[in-house]
């Protein structure tokens, strides 16, 4: 008895590091956020006080939440099937015996090291209006001008490019290293019984993939609401909160108009959606996967 | 009518030869082993056939049509792999139907193949489950029903048995042998087990080195094997092959062909040939190791070891004296040099 208690608390204390370090950075503040987002922001004259659901009431009526909410979905559309898509073409193309597959491997997997500022800093040039590369290349093929990042058209989309071409090579190592596990007998089994290269993708490789798509998607959903940094370096929201997102809104709420209470509650409602949109990606598509 | 024709086919890797200038024919309805020791090509041969590799040189003819350059699908054959090759992911059902699917039969008749299959190999109360809730000779079954719905003249087997323990791997052997005769096909098994070979082949082809040692019938292989390699490769124990200057003196025992001198030559004699006679060759007993039946006496001869089968236990340990004997038609000789036989 004396040693099961002992070896309880031996336990604990071994988790102890790890436990205070994810308490203090990361439990406590989605408490504290959830606390302060019934409050009101403390002013030097006036101090916090509860407010009920004040704040989430003011975020039913502010069309720049809404704004913001509606691009994040937008965002995250063209973002998850695009990256996921290409991440498994690239992946199927780089698993082949092809010439120059450490290359190409390689090639696909540069975006995920750089980081995201530098990215931002290089589409920024593509994107430039006059001088950006894109502009050089539609004005030598003789096409109007246009300001990719300027323009409430093509803002988030081109926002999106750049959010697919950086996380397409991340997932494509997730399906590399999953294509790897597949036994390549299968391959010839599929081939002496006459299946084509798409048959084969289609009814073998795609459902023995299931399992890693689900974690990618997962990471996509999550990342589709998590990515900030390009917005800032590229456009900070705009033009006319064309680009604004999610986290970026928060940002924006909470540390350019210092107004935190309402930025906790914007928060609270972004934590929700992830957790809701997790828990359907488990519960609906883990039952439809197979595991090995 | 030949089945199928490997005519002086060759595979090099990067410049190593798997398999050299190898050519011979099955007939149709034959089931010919490929047997050897694991590398000596005889998966490489089976690959070149199936199409899985192409051939460095060479031409490979089924049933009196050039394959050389065809893909897999298009050589009228169905192959079992050693790993059987299920689709994991999928039923036993939808396994068995996964190439008369993308064949686009027409669904009755692939019910009607798969119905047949099934009762052939006793799947019927498995269709509907996955490859990992079977067992090893249950998986082993699927495989070959998968073959056998493809209804292709010819299959191609890679050590099909290899993972099945020893009891179920001798009611395979003679279910698949069954089977064949049965269905009347043409049949490329490759194994490294001789008695897999030995029991189920209408023909063996040994193979060392990438190239045919020996291509003969079951009982030729035992009882004339061309070489000392095939003399050793084939029975169990392997056949005892010592330098003839051990048998110098002993003219019971040496034929014409060794009036040349013994220097040159090697004596091969099966264990089951050799009896205790006291007027036969003196030998030291090493081991004896009683296995039921019989007694395996573990000798020394010309200084390697020389083994004799006897029937029953024998009252002997090591370190007493035996002598040993045999007619001189059990005898094997041997070139030492080139290991080829010559009498």
């Keep these: 008895m004396k040693s099961r208690l002992s070896a309880a608390v031996h336990g604990w204390l ?65 973002t998850i099937p695009l990256a996921i898509g290409l991440a498994l073409l690239m992946a ?56 990719w990042l300027g323009s409430r058209e093509t803002a988030l989309a081109a926002v999106t490019l750049v959010a697919v071409w950086k996380e397409a090579g991340f997932f494509m190592i997730f ?59 590229m456009t900070r929201g705009g033009p006319d909160n064309a680009t604004s997102l999610l986290l970026f809104y928060v940002y924006q709420v909470g540390f350019n108009f210092w107004d935190t209470s309402y930025a906790a509650a914007l928060t609270v409602v972004l934590l929700v959606m992830l957790a809701v949109a997790a828990l359907v990606q488990y519960g609906w598509l883990e039952r439809r996967v197979h595991y090995r | 009518m030949h089945s199928i024709a490997v005519e002086r086919v060759s595979k090099t890797w990067n410049g190593v030869a798997a398999v050299e200038d190898v050519s011979f024919t099955v007939e149709a309805g034959d089931l ?26 060479g031409r490979i003819v089924i049933a009196g049509r050039e394959v050389t350059g065809l893909p897999p699908a298009r050589r009228g054959i169905a192959m079992v792999f050693q790993s059987y090759a299920l689709f994991p992911h999928l039923s036993v059902a939808e396994n068995i139907l996964f190439g008369l699917k993308v064949r686009k039969v027409p669904r009755a008749e692939r019910d009607g193949r798969l119905a047949k299959a099934a009762e052939t190999l006793g799947l019927a109360p498995l269709l509907d489950r996955r490859p990992s809730q079977l067992s090893g000779g249950q998986q082993q079954r699927v495989a070959l029903a998968r073959a056998l719905v493809a209804e292709a003249s010819v299959c191609l087997m890679d050590e099909p048995l290899s993972n099945l323990d020893a009891q ?68 169990t124990p392997p056949m005892n092959v010592v330098p003839a200057t051990a048998l110098a003196g002993r003219d019971w025992a040496l034929p014409d062909a060794a009036a040349g001198g013994l220097g040159s030559l090697s004596v091969g004699v099966r264990p089951e040939a050799v009896r205790l006679d006291p007027a036969g060759l003196p030998a030291e007993i090493v081991a004896a190791e009683y296995l039921g039946a019989d007694t395996l006496i573990e000798t020394r001869l010309g200084g390697v070891p020389f083994v004799a089968r006897t029937a029953g236990r024998i009252g002997m340990k090591a370190g007493e004296t035996i002598h040993l004997a045999w007619s001189a038609g059990d005898a094997h000789w041997f070139d030492r040099a080139s290991e080829r036989r010559i009498a």
């Design chain 1, 14 to 78: 071994l988790l102890l590091p790890a436990m205070a370090l994810l308490v203090a950075f990361t439990h406590w503040p989605a408490v504290a956020s959830l606390v302060e987002s019934f409050t009101s922001t403390p002013r030097p004259r006036r101090p916090s006080r509860f407010v009920g659901v004040a704040n989430y009431e003011q975020m039913l009526a502010d069309p720049v939440f809404w704004q913001s909410l509606v691009n994040n979905l937008r965002f995250a559309l063209g």
């Design chain 1, 92 to 147: 199927v193309w780089v698993n082949d015996r092809i010439p120059g597959r450490t290359f190409a491997r390689m090639a696909y997997f540069t975006p995920t090291i750089l980081p995201m500022i530098a990215v931002a800093n290089i589409w920024l040039f593509f994107y430039t209006p006059q001088y950006g590369l894109l502009e050089q290349v539609t004005a030598a093929l003789g096409l109007p001008s246009h300001n």
């Design chain 1, 175 to 233: 399906y590399l290293a999953a294509l790897q596990g597949i036994s390549p007998t299968l391959a010839e089994a599929a081939a002496l019984e006459g299946a084509s290269r798409w048959t084969f993708f289609r009814r073998v490789q795609f459902p023995l993939l299931m399992p890693t798509t689900l974690f990618v998607l997962i990471n996509a959903v999550i990342n589709a609401f998590r990515t900030v940094d390009h917005i800032i370096v």
């Design chain 2, 32 to 57: 010919v082993a490929l047997l050897g020791p694991s590398g000596c090509g005889k998966s490489t041969t089976l690959r070149l056939i199936a199409g899985l590799d192409a051939p460095t040189a």
């Design chain 2, 168 to 235: 179920l791997r001798l009611e395979m052997r003679r279910e698949i042998r069954a089977l064949q005769q049965r269905l009347g096909m043409t049949m490329i098994y490759v194994t490294h087990d001789q008695v897999e070979a030995m029991t189920m082949a209408d023909r063996v082809i040994l193979m060392r080195g990438g190239r045919i040692e020996q291509n003969a019938t079951p009982a030729e292989l035992y009882d004339r094997p061309s070489s000392a390699f095939a003399a050793r490769f084939v029975g």
